[in-house]
């Protein structure tokens, strides 16, 4: 079965935030946070680190 990797993530997270119940404004600086890295100079080094 394929699922598309939006699907996957969209239904992690609100698996996520329904059962651990994280405070709004961590998943908001979290999402914010990883949107600023995937477009800065260090997005190639987490990319390497995370292979």
Known sequence: MDVPLWL???VVGWLGV???RPPWWLIAVLLLGGYLLADSVLA???DNALK
């Open 8 to 10: 996957a993530l969209i």
């Open 18 to 20: 329904k059962l651990i």
């Open 44 to 46: 190639p080094a987490v």
